[in-house]
């Protein structure tokens, strides 16, 4: 099987498995098929068991590095600043590795916490699909919630947990609970949504009903009293308003992302089965037209129509990578939304406040993905018979595809300002857009995008992004400029459809802009201000008599003609004195007086 049949078949496989997904199970882990035991949300929203997750592979070491430096510089410092030696430190346990893995749904890396599987966040929303599901099933066998061997069979709904008969009775007789509502369980195989009380997991015996406003977390009433003393706090139903609607507005961002990719994706589709008719009916039209020749005739056409299948792989490739990328997105953004929705409609607000952090981390991550929603190929493309393909085998050979698109292997750069360019000062250089075989493009449209940064701050690219303005001059050829504000190495990247033309990326020095002389190119101050005696000059020369410039002769004069702004002896050179230098100015006014 070639590799544009394979990579077709698994984009329809991905495409089908989209359109046609089931909605998961809430309640039963993807790795084991059984209920969920323990289950821990991974950073990409997806559920599974903690004990499957502790059986899968690291996929990374994070862990910190530069230990060896950092001891290393310590005891020299130690070595330098204390005459005598200290006894060492007692041992101290290393701390957990920082590690990765794949999410075993999704395939994304994601970081585990430094307490591994067991610091992620508990699914309680899960927890009560796990419930739920064993109430309806066909054998019970739940435990009891206050004891350890008692097998229950009836709910307080008052208190949201399952009891043994004999906790049932004790639950009857106290006078707390003596008018809680007390249920069979078997009347809950009806019921679509049950909860359980979550308690705090450094007080087990309280459960979670508050929310420190300092921590963001919540907490319970023996929380407040301990490390959370004197934190401004409040009840989780009278702060859960706020936090809700922050991870609303991120859903509403992500479900508008999640519409523009599935319309992306179905205009590449759209392109990609139009080109694909296209290609039918130009390798018709070379069959048809190579039927009057002979032998050479009917090598050219093979030659025709493997040139057609090569272009028409190329295309396709690049079509396919496109909308897997973009499918694989959608897909993320999907779970990301369906997992958010089932929260917001389902959780209670603690479940909610418990789980917003892994949500919005995940949200925000899949909103800051760039993504390009303009198809990479066109379907240009056609068949002219009259175009001559020179001799073979002593016959004038006719006919060749012609696609008319540009190459971006073939395109190339042009101007003055790829040699150099200057701080603050408009760069600018023109983009030669060629197709297949080199030549030059008759006609603009492409879709050219310019990137361009500043190596020495690229680790915060939004700030340092220079704006680059683009020119189509409808004649194959575009005109780029742009205006760097600082000096220094700018890394410039250049995308024709989607990818990089010819040596891009490049880098760009940007020098800082020439400074003038203000001053003038004298002998000495005495000749240059008419023997003024308050006039001075930047070389620091004097001369006596009260005279506070300087004169031939006498001392700090560097014994030939200088510059008075900043004493430099060459006339052909740039002025060393930074713009603000008052002393400087001072004395470029008084030589010019």
């Not at 292997?409 to 150099?420: A, F, M, P």
């Not at 760069?427 to 080199?438: A, I």
């Amino acid at each position: 099987m070639s590799d544009p049949q394979r990579i077709q078949e698994e984009l329809n496989s991905m495409s089908k498995a989209l359109t046609e997904a089931k909605e998961p199970s809430r309640s039963r882990c993807s790795l084991c098929n059984k209920l969920f035991s323990a289950p821990k949300i991974l950073p990409c929203l997806h559920t599974f068991c903690t004990s499957c997750l502790e059986q899968l592979e690291p996929f990374s070491d994070l862990s910190s590095q530069g230990e060896d430096l950092d001891s290393s510089s310590d005891g020299s410092w130690h070595q330098q600043q204390l005459p005598l030696p200290l006894p060492p430190p007692p041992p101290q346990p290393p701390p957990p590795p920082l590690l990765s893995i794949l999410c075993p749904a999704c395939d994304t890396e994601v970081d585990l916490p430094p307490g591994g599987v067991k610091d992620l966040t508990v699914d309680h929303l899960a927890l009560n699909e796990v419930l739920l599901e064993t109430l309806q099933g066909e054998g019970l066998g739940l435990a009891c919630d206050l004891c350890v061997d008692g097998e229950a069979v009836k709910r307080c709904q008052t208190c949201r947990i399952c009891l043994c008969h004999f906790c049932c009775q004790a639950h009857k007789r106290q006078k707390k609970t003596a008018s809680h509502a007390i249920v069979e369980l078997q009347d809950l195989k009806s019921y679509a949504h049950l909860e359980k009380p979550i308690q705090c997991l450094s007080h087990p015996s309280e459960e979670l009903k508050l929310f420190c406003e300092q921590c963001n977390l919540p907490v319970c009433q023996e929380c407040l009293v301990g490390e959370h003393w004197q934190h401004p706090s409040n009840f989780i139903g009278h702060v859960i308003y706020k936090h809700e609607n922050s991870i609303q507005k991120l859903l509403k961002v992500t479900e508008q992302h999640v519409g523009t990719l599935e319309g992306a994706c179905g205009q590449i589709e759209a392109v990609s089965s139009t080109f694909s008719n296209h290609v039918e009916l130009v390798a018709q039209e070379v069959r048809t037209f190579a039927e009057g020749y002979v032998k050479a005739i009917e090598e050219h056409r093979d030659r025709l129509l493997k040139c057609l299948e090569e272009l028409k792989a190329q295309r396709e490739n690049q079509l396919h990578l496109q909308k897997a990328q973009l499918l694989q997105l959608c897909l993320d953004m999907k779970t990301g939304v369906e997992f958010t929705k089932h929260l917001l409609a389902n959780g209670s607000d603690l479940e909610i406040l418990l789980t917003k952090r892994v949500v919005e981390n995940r949200l925000k991550k899949l909103n800051n993905v760039d993504y390009n929603i303009h198809p990479v190929a066109n379907d240009r493309i056609h068949f002219s018979p009259q175009e001559k393909a020179g001799q073979y085998q002593g016959y004038e050979i006719f006919g060749a595809i012609l696609d008319k698109a540009a190459d971006p292997t073939k395109c190339v750069l042009q101007g003055e300002g790829l040699r150099s360019c200057y701080q603050k000062e408009t760069v600018s250089f023109t983009l030669l857009c060629k197709d297949m075989s080199g030549k030059r493009m008759d006609r603009g449209g492409e879709h050219v995008r310019v990137t361009i940064f500043h190596k020495d701050r690229k680790k915060d690219r939004r700030n340092c992004a220079t704006k680059a303005t683009i020119c189509d001059n409808q004649d194959g050829t575009y005109h780029i400029s742009y205006t760097p504000e600082k000096p220094g190495k700018y890394m410039v990247c250049i995308f024709v459809r989607g990818q990089h033309i010819q040596a891009s990326p490049f880098t760009m020095m940007v020098k800082s802009k020439f400074r003038q002389h203000r001053g003038l190119f004298h002998c000495c101050t005495f000749c240059s201000s008419g023997g003024q005696k308050s006039a001075r000059c930047a070389c620091g020369g004097v001369m006596p008599g009260g005279y506070q410039g300087c004169g031939h002769g006498h001392k700090g004069h560097p014994g030939s003609p200088h510059w008075s702004c900043c004493g430099s002896l060459a006339e052909a050179s740039e002025c060393s004195v930074l713009p603000g230098d008052t002393l400087q100015r001072s004395h470029l006014k008084t030589v010019s007086l």
